[in-house]
Protein backbone atom coordinates (compact mmCIF):
# COMPACT_ATOMS: atom_id res chain seq x y z
CA UNK A 1 0.00 0.00 0.00
CA UNK A 2 2.51 2.24 0.81
CA UNK A 3 6.15 2.63 -0.50
CA UNK A 4 8.24 3.87 2.09
CA UNK A 5 11.77 4.05 1.96
CA UNK A 6 13.08 3.52 5.47
CA UNK A 7 15.63 6.49 5.54
CA UNK A 8 17.57 8.16 8.25
CA UNK A 9 15.63 11.56 8.14
CA UNK A 10 12.60 9.30 8.09
CA UNK A 11 13.48 7.21 10.83
CA UNK A 12 13.96 10.27 12.68
CA UNK A 13 11.18 12.16 11.95
CA UNK A 14 9.05 9.34 13.42
CA UNK A 15 10.85 9.83 16.44
CA UNK A 16 10.56 13.54 16.41
CA UNK A 17 6.84 13.02 16.30
CA UNK A 18 6.29 10.37 18.95
CA UNK A 19 8.56 12.93 21.11
CA UNK A 20 6.02 15.87 20.42
CA UNK A 21 3.27 13.73 20.36
CA UNK A 22 4.27 12.09 23.56
CA UNK A 23 5.72 15.50 25.33
CA UNK A 24 2.03 17.10 25.10
CA UNK A 25 -0.15 14.15 25.97
CA UNK A 26 1.88 14.04 28.91
CA UNK A 27 1.43 17.67 29.26
CA UNK A 28 -1.95 17.99 29.71
CA UNK A 29 -2.82 14.45 31.40
CA UNK A 30 0.26 14.81 34.27
CA UNK A 31 -1.17 16.54 37.47
CA UNK A 32 2.22 17.45 38.73
CA UNK A 33 3.55 21.41 37.93
CA UNK A 34 6.95 20.00 37.42
CA UNK A 35 6.24 17.00 35.61
CA UNK A 36 4.33 19.23 32.78
CA UNK A 37 7.28 21.71 32.29
CA UNK A 38 9.94 18.20 32.02
CA UNK A 39 7.25 17.69 29.18
CA UNK A 40 7.22 20.78 27.36
CA UNK A 41 10.46 21.07 27.25
CA UNK A 42 10.26 17.36 25.40
CA UNK A 43 7.88 18.96 23.32
CA UNK A 44 10.61 21.93 22.25
CA UNK A 45 13.48 19.48 21.82
CA UNK A 46 11.08 17.43 19.90
CA UNK A 47 10.34 20.84 18.01
CA UNK A 48 14.09 21.53 17.67
CA UNK A 49 15.21 18.08 16.14
CA UNK A 50 12.32 18.53 13.58
CA UNK A 51 14.26 22.15 12.28
CA UNK A 52 17.22 20.20 12.42
CA UNK A 53 15.35 17.79 9.40
CA UNK A 54 14.66 20.99 8.00
CA UNK A 55 17.98 22.20 7.50
CA UNK A 56 17.39 25.54 9.92
CA UNK A 57 20.08 24.74 12.35
CA UNK A 58 19.29 28.85 13.83
CA UNK A 59 15.93 28.11 14.66
CA UNK A 60 16.63 24.61 16.10
CA UNK A 61 19.58 26.32 18.11
CA UNK A 62 17.15 29.29 19.10
CA UNK A 63 14.38 26.48 20.16
CA UNK A 64 16.49 24.47 22.23
CA UNK A 65 17.89 28.04 24.07
CA UNK A 66 15.59 29.95 24.02
CA UNK A 67 12.40 27.41 24.65
CA UNK A 68 13.68 24.54 26.18
CA UNK A 69 16.16 25.87 28.38
CA UNK A 70 14.77 29.97 29.23
CA UNK A 71 11.40 29.70 29.23
CA UNK A 72 11.26 25.61 31.13
CA UNK A 73 13.79 27.46 33.46
CA UNK A 74 11.64 30.19 33.98
CA UNK A 75 8.11 28.23 34.73
CA UNK A 76 10.38 25.52 37.47
CA UNK A 77 11.69 28.81 38.77
CA UNK A 78 7.88 30.15 39.11
CA UNK A 79 6.42 27.16 40.43
CA UNK A 80 9.49 27.67 43.37
CA UNK A 81 8.99 30.79 44.08
CA UNK A 82 5.20 30.45 44.26
CA UNK A 83 3.32 29.40 47.16
CA UNK A 84 0.73 26.41 46.75
CA UNK A 85 -0.77 23.18 48.65
CA UNK A 86 0.06 19.87 47.76
CA UNK A 87 -3.63 18.44 47.24
CA UNK A 88 -4.04 15.66 44.99
CA UNK A 89 -8.07 15.23 43.95
CA UNK A 90 -9.12 12.40 42.34
CA UNK A 91 -11.62 13.94 39.01
CA UNK A 92 -14.01 11.71 37.64
CA UNK A 93 -13.34 11.61 33.89
CA UNK A 94 -15.09 8.95 32.40
CA UNK A 95 -17.41 10.06 29.94
CA UNK A 96 -14.98 13.67 29.66
CA UNK A 97 -12.56 10.93 28.57
CA UNK A 98 -14.52 8.81 26.27
CA UNK A 99 -16.02 11.87 24.49
CA UNK A 100 -12.25 13.74 24.08
CA UNK A 101 -10.82 9.88 22.68
CA UNK A 102 -13.72 9.59 20.15
CA UNK A 103 -13.49 13.65 19.08
CA UNK A 104 -9.47 12.86 18.80
CA UNK A 105 -9.89 9.96 16.84
CA UNK A 106 -12.62 11.98 14.57
CA UNK A 107 -10.05 14.67 14.16
CA UNK A 108 -7.04 12.71 12.85
CA UNK A 109 -9.71 10.86 10.43
CA UNK A 110 -10.67 14.07 8.75
CA UNK A 111 -6.97 15.55 8.87
CA UNK A 112 -5.74 12.27 7.36
CA UNK A 113 -8.98 12.06 4.48
CA UNK A 114 -8.02 15.59 3.37
CA UNK A 115 -4.44 15.55 3.31
CA UNK A 116 -4.76 12.45 1.32
CA UNK A 117 -7.45 14.32 -1.04
CA UNK A 118 -5.43 17.04 -1.42
CA UNK A 119 -3.32 17.60 -4.59
CA UNK A 120 0.10 20.01 -3.82
CA UNK A 121 0.71 21.82 -6.36
CA UNK A 122 4.79 21.09 -7.82
CA UNK A 123 6.70 24.22 -7.32
CA UNK A 124 10.27 25.39 -8.06
CA UNK A 125 12.66 24.11 -5.05
CA UNK A 126 14.10 27.02 -3.04
CA UNK A 127 17.72 28.00 -3.78
CA UNK A 128 19.13 26.63 -0.16
CA UNK A 129 21.98 28.99 0.83
CA UNK A 130 24.95 27.25 1.86
CA UNK A 131 25.10 28.82 5.40
CA UNK A 132 21.68 30.04 6.45
CA UNK A 133 22.52 30.98 9.84
CA UNK A 134 25.18 33.66 7.87
CA UNK A 135 22.73 34.88 6.18
CA UNK A 136 20.57 35.57 8.83
CA UNK A 137 23.03 37.34 10.75
CA UNK A 138 23.42 39.40 7.99
CA UNK A 139 19.94 40.35 7.62
CA UNK A 140 19.49 40.67 11.17
CA UNK A 141 22.42 43.63 11.11
CA UNK A 142 22.09 45.15 8.12
CA UNK A 143 18.11 45.36 6.92
CA UNK A 144 16.73 45.13 10.34
CA UNK A 145 19.45 47.26 12.85
CA UNK A 146 16.35 49.06 14.43
CA UNK A 147 14.06 46.75 15.00
CA UNK A 148 16.63 44.40 16.94
CA UNK A 149 17.92 47.32 19.00
CA UNK A 150 14.23 48.29 19.93
CA UNK A 151 13.72 44.59 21.08
CA UNK A 152 17.13 44.61 22.94
CA UNK A 153 16.06 47.25 25.34
CA UNK A 154 12.78 46.47 25.95
CA UNK A 155 13.94 42.90 27.69
CA UNK A 156 15.97 45.20 29.47
CA UNK A 157 13.66 47.21 30.66
CA UNK A 158 11.46 44.00 31.63
CA UNK A 159 14.78 42.43 33.02
CA UNK A 160 14.89 45.75 35.70
CA UNK A 161 11.22 45.82 36.13
CA UNK A 162 10.96 42.26 37.51
CA UNK A 163 13.84 42.78 39.65
CA UNK A 164 12.19 46.05 41.27
CA UNK A 165 8.73 44.32 41.63
CA UNK A 166 10.67 41.29 43.31
CA UNK A 167 12.94 43.53 45.33
CA UNK A 168 9.58 45.68 46.59
CA UNK A 169 7.86 42.34 47.30
CA UNK A 170 10.80 41.16 49.57
CA UNK A 171 11.16 44.91 51.09
CA UNK A 172 7.09 43.87 52.58
Known amino acids: MFNIEWTG ?3 AFIVFSA ?6 VFMINFTKV ?32 VYAGAVSILMIFGIMMTKHKESETESKRGLHSLLVGIGAVALFGILFYAIRQTEFPQEQPLQAVEDNTLEIGKLLFTGY ?3 FEIISVLLTV ?4 SIVLAKKEANE
Open 145 to 147: VVP
Open 158 to 161: AFIG
Open 9 to 11: EYI
Open 19 to 24: VIISGA
Open 34 to 65: VHMVVSLAAVFIGIAGMFVLLNAEFLAFVQVL
